[in-house]
Structures are given as structure tokens and as C-alpha cells.
């Protein structure tokens, strides 16, 4: 029985954190209408922007997250203002296709300057933990989870009740009404998509303390965030924590009764099924 | 005679909302039916059911004696029901002529599966819309009243026995407006039957041996088209005045 | 004309490929069987995504089953070669109609995605089959001579170049022409949709599966990761995308194309090649998103003019 809440409290640290890394994916699909297969790679640029911030220059990984997510803001919003937007009022398939592009750039790049080793960030306390109901909980994950909720809420919040985030929500719904009220369409998407990846950034930095990092954990990040975004719906932030803690305890589960190969396969599986079932999500509307 | 269209007690809702109540009506052979209504009154919506578009929630529909209420849209096709639609939909990378010439392919059961023969058929029917010199042109290409034209071209393609026009007339000017309805006539006059949603009023009450009014999903007038524009449930439902 | 001067270059070319186990290198043989084997996949990716407008990024299941197909009938059931073949098409089809049904009443990037998951799943549950040998895979018996292979995958290829030939002048490949550009519309016309998404499906499966069978038994070895190789559908979607979707040509042109100069950078650095596709997508998706089959079409009316456009067209 101990086992088992364990394996519970494990899946619920790592849904949110699952659920931060699926947010950026979210807003930018939502609101730019991107399907950005290449967002798995951005997580994995933030991972290794706080591991060389850590190894490097001796900052606390939690302490370089605003630095990850400061260098994935501006390497996404140049990629949207002078790439991403000479493509974004093609047909669908077209940002899908350079997206792809740009994540297989990405992960070969990075296989190139970082090489294929694992790497996980170990500051000094990554060790601590500390008891929970008869569960051990690793500070780190503890920390992780807290700040990863603390971010979305705080998305939730910028997206509703700031003027900046109402205007990029507006953009979205209505460009030419944006227009007329002196929104600037390319700055506004490229400010969004910058979002995105930040989020994505920050996530990473998260990520590399808890779990290992290589330039090809990519891939399956996206399918993973891709799985909690449809499953959560792609308008509101809560849906987004709902699927990322249904995703976490779905893969600790799997991995406890099924072995630890088939977290992955739960975590695809549970996207094909729910797109063939309710392509809708379960609390919000899919663009 | 049995009617061509028979539609009973049909109803549709979304979510919460009731877009069509109830409503009955008879298209006879080789008439011309006029839908009008105010906006959001559930025309297009009805039409949706009848070529298959949408489903239905309640009620039945049937075409030639045969109930079709719950066939898939490419069947009714086959069988013999065609539509345009008010938002038009082209195939945009295709040429004109081909855009045409899927109607030749696939409209009824017995069309013709030759290509060389479809391109044919569809050129006649360009010609009778008075797009022939566009044939070769992307349909994505093509501007307002010509695009109009075009939907004509390829529901008439299809051979219907029944032709559904969804606001054919918008956004064209007077002289085109009587073209129009004079090639609907001649539609008619070759043995298809009409029903015709339009907001130009003066179009429709030439255009229509009888008039059906549908106001916030129900029908609340069917009649010859004078008496039913006179009426003044009707005039309400334009004017809005509530009723007490 | 025109036609005239396309039908013989495509006769010398396919004289010059036909005859080529005769006077080119063994390690030329070995590229040629790669490439031909590639563009097979890239022309029947082309039938679904280029024809149909589905885009699967998921078709390696389809090599995958091939493979497993080919390599499970020989290996388990000692079954000749061609009954191998047989077997990995008829698997193809049964997936494309069993699972094809519910994943193709998705839209566009739905689609894309759902594939795309199917893809890794499928590798999952073959690791754990043992008729499959699981994780550790199969070894087919040796046959030696790489000539056979190349006639055969060359012959697959020109199978199915002409399959695209006749869905492109068919009533059937106007239907998926017609579901790809305005779907409701082609219902709405008399196309039954689900039935001819379903077969181009099942179509571009089978030739994806043929493909997977030869290569399973040239190179005698196959695992679950690369039998199902994921970055197989960035090749065959962007040799496609490349070269021209929807067109006869296109997909084995740019499959030609860019294997060759893949092959030429990975003499240097074996990363170089991969990051040369991606770097070929991202400048094709923004300049020539149609391809270069589109490009041969239009650059004669507009010259420079044609990328420029494409840009204006799209962009914010």
C-alpha cells in the first residue's frame, strides 16, 4: 500500500512538472494555431542552459532558471519574428513540416556542441529528502513540482488579467480588429511564441535536475506534452495541470505494474486514444 | 403527385440551443421553393440536414419516397441531391474545369467514370454558367461572382434531382442578380427541383412559385409568395417587433 | 513536346539504372539500393499525404510491418522470400484498415500527430512479442548479391511510380484530389471520403511494407528501433514535400536529389547529413512549399518572382 502511494505521490511531482512543459506547447497552439513539433528541443536547450550555468559558472540550477528562461525567450521570439512568421498563414502541414525542420536543426546541433552523454545537474542538495505520509519525496522533485505549479498559475493570470496578455489572446481571435487597435501582429505573435519557449525553457531547467538530459530528449518530451495538451484542452492552464498529473501518475503506474519500458508507450497510447475517442479534450476546446 | 422532398417534424439542437423546431414542408416536382428569414433563423441549418451536412436530432427527411434521414452526405448525393453553399468551397488547387468534373464523376449513381467524358460534361455545364472561358484557371483564383458561378457549375454537375442554393444572389449587383435567376429557371425548367435560400427580396418573390419563412428555427409561414410577404407574423419577424 | 522530351529521359534514366549492378561499385550498388529503396517510400508517403492531403508521419509503421512481416515468415515459418513479402503487405493493410478508420476521420495536424504516436507505440509492443524475437530482434538467413536487391528495389520503384500514374489520371485519384482540397465539399459531391482515405492508406502501406521486406532481408538484420526507424518519416515526408507532392515525378526526384547530397556529407561528419535535412525542410517549406515539380510549373511564368510569392503569400 505504501508502495503504491509512492509510485502516486512520484507520478503527481512529475505531472507537474509535465504540466509546465506542456503549457508553452498549449499557449502557442492556441493562440498562433503552431503545432511546434520542435518544443521537446527547447525544453532540452533549457536543460543544458542551467546544467553549464551550474557546471560552469557555479550558479544554483534553481537560481539560472530565469536565465534559461531569459535565453529561450529571446532565441524564441527571433525565431518567430524572422522565420516562423513568413510561414504562418500557410496551410497547417507548412509550420508542422518547419517545425520538424527546426527540432531536427535543434537536437542535431546540440548532439554536435554537447555530445550524446547524459547529463543530469547535481547541486549539492540533490540528495535531501524528506518523509511524507511514509513516502520519501526528493527536495528537488518537491521544489520542481512547486514551481512548476506556480508558473502556470501565474501564465493563467498574466493571459486574463494583464493588457499585454489580453492583446495577445486578441490577436489571436480577430487580427484585423487587432490591427485597428494598433496591435502589431508580428511582434505580438513573436512575443507569444518567445512565451512558449521560455516556458519550455524553464521547464527544461526543472527537468535536468530531476531526470537526465541528452540532445535527444526531444522527441518524446513533445509527444508528451502534445498528449497533455489534448487531453487537457489547449484554452485554460487548468486543463493543462489536470493532463499533466493524469500523464505523470498514468507513467508511474505503468512503470510500477508494467516496467519502466512501457512508460513511454503509455504516455502515446493514451494520445491515440484519447484523439480517436475526443479530439475536444476533457476540459477545454483544440484549436 | 409525391412530393420530391418530404421533410417531418425536423429538428435540430446544439448544446442547448435550438436551431430548428419542428418543421414540416413538401417540395413538389419542378418547383422553385423560396427560404427566407431573418438572420440566424435557421436556414442554412436546415439545408445541412437535408443534404447531410449535419445530422439531425429529431424528425425525418425523405427525397423521392425513400428515407434519407440518416444517410451519409455522399449518398444522398449519389442519389440525386445537390447543394452550393453560402461560404463557397471550391477545391482551390484544382482548375475550374476539374473542379466541375468531380460532380460529373461522382454525382449520381450512373455517372460516368471516364474522365475524358466527365471534362466534357463539365465544359457544357461552364458554358451554361458562363465560366467557360475560365476552365483552365485555379479555382482559387477566381472573384466573388464568379466563384458563385462556379458552385452552380458544380452542384448542376452532379445531375441533381433536387438543387439546394444557399444565398446564390449575395453581394452581387442588379444585372447579374437577373442573370441569375434566369438560369435558375432554366435549371428548373429542365426538370430540377429548387429550393433556394435568399435574402434579396425582390429576387425571390420573382423567383418563387411558393415561399416558406422560417423564424428562430420554426416555420411560420407557406404559401404563395405575396400572400405569405403580406402576412404580417412574417413582417414581425423582419421588423422585430416582439409579439405580445 | 514537352511530354515527349520527359518520357525519354525518364526511359535513358531508367536504362542507365537498370543496367547500372554491371558497371558501378559495390558500395555504389549498396547507395543505390538505399536511395531506390527511399524514394519507394517517398512515393507512396506521396499517395496519402501528396494525393489524399493526409499527412502520415507515421508510415515507417507500415516499413515496420513490412519487415517484421518478411522477416517472421522466414525466420519462424521458414516460408519463401515472396510468401515473406506477402505476409508484411497483407499485415500493412489489415493496420491501415483496422486502424485507419477511426485515426483518418482526424483533421490535418491531428492526423499528423495521432501517426506520429502510433509510430512509437508500435515500436513498444513489438519489443515485446516473441514471435518477433523481442528486444533482441531477428537474423534472416544470407542471401548473397546485392544486384538482386537492386533490380528488386528498383522494379518496387518503378511498381509504384506507375500505381501514382494511374491514381493520377483515375476517377479515384480525383476523388482523393477532391478529399484533399475541400473534404466536406467532396462528400457533399458523392465521394464516398472514408472508403478512398482508407484505400490510399492501405496502398501507400502496402508499398511501404514491400519496401521494409526487401531491405529486411538485404541487410539480414532487424531490431524494433530500426526496423520502425522514426527518422525514416522525416526522410520520406520531406524527399516528398521536396520534390513535389501530388505530382508523378516529384517524390523520387527529390529523393534522388537529396540522398545524393546526403550521402556526399556524410563522408564528412555522419551529424551533417541529418542536419542537412533539416536544414532542407525549413528552406523548402518557406520558398517552395509545393515542391519542385511546382517550381518546374510556375518558374517559366515567374522566373525569380516564384519564391518571392511564395513568401508574400504566407507570410504576416
Known amino acids: 500500500m505504501s508502495l503504491l502511494w509512492q509510485v502516486l505521490l512520484n507520478g503527481v511531482l512529475l505531472g507537474g512538472l509535465y504540466a509546465l512543459m506542456a503549457l508553452g506547447l498549449a499557449l502557442v497552439w492556441g493562440v498562433l494555431n503552431i503545432v511546434n513539433l520542435a518544443h521537446g528541443a527547447f525544453i532540452m536547450l533549457g536543460a543544458y542552459v542551467c546544467y553549464y550555468a551550474f557546471t560552469g559558472l557555479s550558479i544554483d540550477p534553481f537560481a539560472a532558471l530565469p536565465l534559461a528562461m531569459l535565453v529561450l525567450f529571446a532565441f524564441g521570439y527571433l525565431l518567430q519574428r524572422y522565420l516562423l512568421n513568413l510561414v504562418i498563414r500557410a496551410p497547417m502541414f507548412n509550420t508542422l513540416l518547419i517545425t520538424f525542420g527546426i527540432d531536427v536543426i535543434l537536437t542535431y546541433l546540440a548532439q554536435i556542441a554537447f555530445s550524446a552523454d547524459f547529463r543530469t545537474i547535481n547541486p549539492s542538495y540533490a540528495g535531501d529528502n524528506f518523509a511524507l505520509w511514509g513516502a520519501t519525496v526528493p527536495l528537488v522533485r518537491l521544489l520542481a513540482f512547486a514551481i512548476a505549479l506556480a508558473l502556470t498559475l501565474a501564465m493563467w493570470l498574466f493571459l486574463s488579467r494583464t493588457r499585454l496578455g489580453r492583446a495577445i489572446r486578441a490577436t489571436a481571435q480577430n487580427l484585423i480588429a487587432a490591427r485597428l487597435y494598433g496591435v502589431e501582429p508580428r511582434n505580438t505573435y513573436a512575443l507569444t511564441f518567445g512565451l512558449g519557449a521560455a516556458l519550455a525553457g524553464v521547464a527544461g531547467g526543472l527537468y535536468g535536475v530531476v531526470s537526465q538530459v541528452n540532445p535527444y530528449i526531444g522527441t518524446s518530451l513533445t509527444a508528451k506534452s502534445f498528449a497533455i495538451a489534448v487531453i487537457g484542452g489547449l484554452d485554460s492552464p487548468l486543463g493543462v495541470i489536470v493532463g499533466g498529473l493524469f500523464l505523470g501518475i498514468v507513467e508511474s503506474l505503468t512503470s510500477l505494474y508494467l516496467g519502466p519500458t512501457y512508460a513511454d508507450v503509455a504516455s502515446f497510447g493514451i494520445l491515440v486514444l484519447v484523439l480517436i475517442v475526443r479530439p475536444t479534450g476533457i476540459l477545454g476546446r483544440t484549436a | 403527385m409525391a412530393p420530391i422532398l418530404a421533410v417531418r417534424r425536423l429538428t435540430k439542437r446544439f448544446a442547448g440551443l435550438v436551431a430548428v423546431s419542428a418543421v414540416n414542408f413538401e417540395l413538389h416536382d419542378r418547383e422553385i421553393l423560396g427560404l427566407i428569414g431573418p438572420n440566424g433563423a435557421g436556414k442554412t441549418t436546415l439545408i445541412n440536414m437535408i443534404s447531410g451536412t449535419s445530422s439531425v436530432s429529431e424528425g425525418d427527411i425523405s427525397f423521392n419516397g425513400r428515407d434519407v434521414t440518416h444517410l451519409p452526405a455522399y449518398r444522398r448525393a449519389r442519389m440525386g441531391i445537390g447543394r452550393t453553399f453560402q461560404i463557397m468551397h471550391p477545391f482551390p488547387g484544382l482548375s475550374v474545369l476539374d473542379n466541375v468534373a468531380v460532380g460529373a464523376l461522382f454525382g449520381r449513381d450512373d455517372s460516368d467514370r471516364n474522365l475524358a467524358r466527365a471534362r466534357a460534361l463539365s465544359r457544357e455545364k461552364l458554358d451554361f454558367v458562363g465560366l467557360a472561358h475560365r476552365a483552365e484557371q485555379r479555382a482559387e483564383s477566381l472573384g466573388g461572382p464568379d466563384r458563385k458561378r462556379l458552385e452552380l457549375a458544380k452542384a448542376l454537375s452532379m445531375r441533381p434531382r433536387l438543387l439546394l442554393l444557399d444565398e446564390v444572389m449575395a453581394g452581387l449587383n442588379l444585372v447579374e442578380i437577373e442573370e441569375v435567376i434566369a438560369v435558375i429557371k432554366k435549371v428548373r425548367d429542365g426538370g430540377i427541383s429548387i429550393l433556394v435560400i435568399e435574402h434579396v427580396m425582390k429576387a425571390i418573390r420573382s423567383l418563387s412559385d411558393r415561399l416558406l419563412v422560417l423564424h428562430h428555427g420554426e416555420k411560420i409561414a407557406d404559401g404563395a409568395p405575396q400572400k405569405v410577404l403580406d402576412d404580417p407574423q412574417v413582417i414581425d419577424a423582419y421588423l422585430g417587433r416582439k409579439r405580445a | ?316
Not at chain 3, 46 to 55: L, Q
Not at chain 3, 96 to 122: D, K, S, W
Not at chain 3, 293 to 312: I, K, P, S, T
Request: aromatic share 12%; net charge neutral.
Open chain 3, 1 to 316: 513536346m514537352r511530354r515527349s522530351i520527359l518520357l525519354g529521359v525518364v526511359g535513358i534514366a531508367l536504362i542507365v539504372l537498370a543496367t547500372a549492378p554491371w558497371f558501378a561499385s559495390a558500395s555504389l550498388i549498396q547507395f543505390g539500393i538505399s536511395t531506390l529503396l527511399l524514394a519507394t517510400l517517398a512515393q507512396s508517403w506521396n499517395i496519402i499525404g501528396g494525393y489524399a492531403g493526409y499527412a502520415s508521419f507515421g508510415n515507417s509503421v507500415f516499413y515496420g510491418l513490412g519487415s517484421y512481416g518478411t522477416a517472421i515468415a522466414m525466420v519462424q515459418w521458414h516460408l519463401p522470400f515472396g510468401v515473406g513479402l506477402a505476409l508484411g503487405a497483407a499485415l500493412a493493410v489489415i493496420f491501415a484498415v483496422m486502424i485507419g478508420v477511426p485515426v483518418l476521420r482526424l483533421r490535418g495536424h491531428y492526423f499528423a500527430i495521432c501517426t506520429l504516436a502510433l509510430a512509437e507505440v508500435m515500436i513498444a509492443i513489438v519489443s515485446n512479442l516473441d514471435v518477433a524475437g523481442g528486444n533482441t530482434g531477428l537474423v534472416l538467413p544470407l542471401l548473397r548479391g546485392d544486384a538482386l536487391f537492386y533490380e528488386l528495389s528498383l522494379g518496387l520503384l518503378v511498381v509504384t511510380t506507375l500505381v501514382v500514374l494511374w491514381i493520377a489520371h483515375s476517377r479515384f485519384g480525383f476523388g482523393l484530389m477532391a478529399i484533399r482540397e475541400n473534404e466536406q465539399a467532396a462528400a457533399v459531391m458523392g465521394v464516398d471520403t472514408t472508403l478512398y482515405k482508407v484505400l490510399a492508406f492501405a496502398l501507400s502501406g502496402v508499398f511501404a511494407a514491400i519496401a521494409g521486406g526487401i531491405h529486411a532481408y538485404w541487410i539480414t538484420f532487424l531490431d524494433p528501433v530500426s526496423a520502425f526507424d522514426i527518422g525514416l518519416n522525416v526522410k520520406m515526408i520531406i524527399m516528398s514535400v521536396f520534390g513535389g507532392p501530388g505530382s508523378i515525378l516529384g517524390p523520387v526526384v527529390g529523393a534522388f536529389l537529396l540522398s545524393g547530397v546526403s550521402e556526399l556529407l556524410s563522408t564528412e561528419i555522419s551529424t551533417l547529413a541529418a542536419l542537412f535535412f533539416g536544414v532542407v525542410i525549413v528552406v523548402a517549406v518557406v520558398f517552395m512549399p509545393r515542391g519542385l515539380a511546382d517550381v518546374g510549373r510556375r518558374f517559366r511564368q515567374l522566373g525569380w518572382r516564384y519564391f518571392a510569392e511564395n513568401v508574400r503569400t504566407h507570410r504576416v
